[in-house]
């Protein structure tokens, strides 16, 4: 009963308590959006960057480098020779030695040159279908790759130049699929993964015919101006290691990039360093959101204020009928709670749809998984906060409604 | 069942003295004054609405002034069922669960009580109304049902009748008298509303006290 009629009481005020809850509920759902952002952009980066322990690549940037490389979703910093890494792969501070070469796509997803150390050390992928690659023209698919591509085991397909997607196929370069991988929520799933010699040889045929992308041409040149030694030095995007003891995090990347041609960066530094440019923004977005609440708080606190001056005949009247102080203290600070609790619902179901909404747009765009699913502590935070809002507000009116004096207030005629 | 003696109060300098009341059940008084009289400070004695400075208020033997804040509210909630010149509802809910909330804030649950007492005051095809729907007369008589509600002992009335026209006043005077002695309680009713004075044997006027 008491719950029913705060119900009654808030519906009967549909604008201010709808500006309430609009206010707390659009509030809410930035904060949301921008903590859920924050933690899944940290999970999946450092979940992704603690893979590899160094990147060895062109010099360049390093957060393009690890960018490129680990994350798939930069351009390259340019190509290194196979021979300038060749010491590092006896090296006694390396445990895993991964070569990568990119340079197709296939709508978009890249086309991965490297060895089968990469699924079977690095990422620890399993197939679902099919086998490894061993010749060169075969891959195998990640798990989203092959989900939005359309593609099965036993499928074919032309490449196209460069990393994004463009108008230019190697028509002669045809693909076959030899194998699907499991779902792993890593990057791994956006890949189209091939021997390093698939790649070699694409564009080694690809010079013979002349046939150049000027568009790729100008963004890519460094795939390319050495492809007349192509067959003699093999190039590589970058190098995926990982130590072989702790102490080589203080040494290898030193020697690595004391060399002209090389540069080493470390995926869990270079990612740090880009969350912690990322963070205060989204912090500021908070701060916005914030204040947006105590605005929600303000109008919460006038509503039950207002709603209180309306009703203190009825409140009089439910003293005369037998309510104690307390069942009326208790009856408004249900109303705040409730109206509070609406307004967190809303804003937790909005942060999540448009997270939702806001990962299918990332994931398409940077192959990257975003889900409006993921629920956090946080929230339970979030809607004590905002409760605890709602208590304070309906808490003023209430004890001045409990103090009321009954007899002076009915007495006053309407 | 309700009895007063040597019931006074004050207000800063000026104090007023109420002549005792001796009312046993069932019967009926009506009480007259002009504003200012104290009438309605008696009726707020009666309910234990406010304490008195001097003298006591007794209903079933029992000394309402004794009674904690807690009980004399629950006290009050059963015992006592009031009408009021303006009848105040919860404008948020409609007939139905105003009169449901008042029999929740005693902890009882009687529909067919509800409706009967609907039944007899005409009202019972409005339940489902929103209160602002209805007349002053009719609002009227649903406070005089939520006043029955958990068949009190005793309905103190203050100005029940004043804001209505004679058609009104007549059936809500009418409704009064007889649901009160149906349902055995004592019906004390304070007004200047002379109108009243013809309806009822037993009468006190505070003016020529």
């Keep these: 009963m008491l719950l029913k009629l705060a119900w009654k009481n808030i519906i009967k005020r549909p604008l201010s308590s709808g500006l309430s809850v609009v206010l707390l509920a659009s509030s809410l759902m930035i904060i949301l959006l921008a903590f859920l952002t924050m933690q899944q952009l940290e999970k999946k980066f450092n979940q992704n960057a603690n893979k590899i322990d160094l990147v060895v690549g062109a010099k360049g940037s390093r957060l393009q480098l690890v960018l490129c490389n680990v994350f798939h979703v930069d351009n390259p910093t340019g190509n290194i020779k196979l021979s300038d890494v060749k010491f590092l792969s006896n090296h006694p501070f390396v445990k895993t030695y991964v070569p990568i070469s990119l340079g197709d796509n296939y709508k978009s997803h890249r086309i991965v040159g490297t060895n089968q150390d990469f699924f079977k050390k690095l990422y620890k992928a399993r197939l679902i279908q099919g086998k490894f690659f061993k010749k060169p023209y075969e891959v195998v698919l990640g798990y989203n790759a092959a989900i939005e591509m359309g593609l099965k085991q036993g499928d074919s397909f032309y490449s196209s130049h460069g990393i994004d997607a ?3 196929e190697h028509q002669d370069a045809k693909y076959y699929v030899v194998g699907l991988l499991d779902y792993s929520g890593e990057v791994i799933d956006n890949l189209i993964l091939t021997s390093l010699e698939s790649v070699w040889q694409v564009h080694s045929t690809d010079h013979q015919k002349g046939s150049f992308d000027l568009k790729y041409e100008k963004k890519h040149d460094h795939h390319h101006h050495n492809e007349t030694i192509v067959n003699k030095d093999k190039e590589i995007t970058a190098l995926l290691i990982n130590y072989n003891s702790p102490r080589a995090k203080f040494s290898l990347p030193g020697i690595i990039n004391s060399k002209k041609q090389l540069m080493a960066a470390e995926p869990a530094i270079e ?27 303000f109008s919460m606190l006038m509503t039950m204020i207002n709603s209180m001056k309306d009703r203190k005949y009825e409140i009089a009247m439910m003293r005369a009928s ?10 408004i600070l249900t109303e705040g709670l409730l109206i509070s609790f609406v307004g967190s619902v809303f804003g937790i179901v909005l942060g999540h749809t448009l997270m939702e909404i806001m990962g299918i747009y990332l994931t398409n765009h940077y192959h990257y998984q975003f889900s409006g699913f993921i629920f956090n502590s946080f929230e339970l935070w979030l809607m004590l906060a905002t409760l605890t809002t709602g208590f304070i507000s309906a808490f003023f009116p209430a004890i001045s409604a409990y103090n009321m004096d009954i007899s002076k207030t009915l007495k006053k005629k309407t | 069942m309700i009895l007063t003696k040597d019931l006074s109060i004050s207000y800063g300098d000026k104090t007023i003295n109420f002549p005792d009341l001796d009312v046993s059940t069932g019967n009926h008084l009506l009480i007259l004054g002009r504003s200012g009289s104290g009438k309605t400070s008696l009726l707020n004695l009666l309910g234990g609405l406010v304490t008195p400075s001097s003298g006591y208020v007794t209903i079933n033997q029992e000394n309402i002034a004794l009674l904690s804040n807690n009980k004399l ?22 007939v139905n669960d105003n009169l449901m909330l008042s029999q929740f804030l005693v902890g009882k649950r009687d529909q067919n009580h509800m409706d009967t007492l609907l039944e007899k005051v ?14 002053e007369g009719e609002k009227q008589r649903i406070s005089i049902v939520r006043a029955l509600i958990n068949k009190p002992k005793i309905i103190l009335a203050d100005e029940p009748t004043s804001a209505l026209d004679d058609h009104s006043c007549n059936i809500v005077i009418d409704l009064l008298k007889e649901l009160s002695k149906e349902n055995n309680a004592v019906l004390i009713i304070v007004t200047h509303d002379k109108r009243l004075k013809e309806k009822f044997e037993q009468f006190i006027d505070l003016d020529a006290a």
């Excluded at chain 1, 037998?322 to 009856?331: M, N």
């Excluded at chain 2, 005409?122 to 007349?135: H, P």
């Design chain 1, 166 to 168: 463009s108008i230019h």
């Design chain 1, 271 to 297: 990612i740090q360093q880009l969350l912690d440019l990322i963070q205060p923004g989204l912090k500021a977005v908070s701060i916005l959101a914030w204040f947006i609440f105590g605005l929600a708080f």
């Design chain 1, 322 to 331: 037998g309510a104690s102080p307390k069942l009326i203290l208790i009856s």
């Design chain 2, 73 to 94: 509210d629950k006290f009050r909630g059963l015992h006592i069922g009031f009408v009021f010149q303006t009848p105040h509802f919860i404008k948020s809910l409609d």
């Design chain 2, 122 to 135: 005409g009202l019972l095809n409005r339940k489902k109304e929103q209160l602002y729907k209805l007349s």
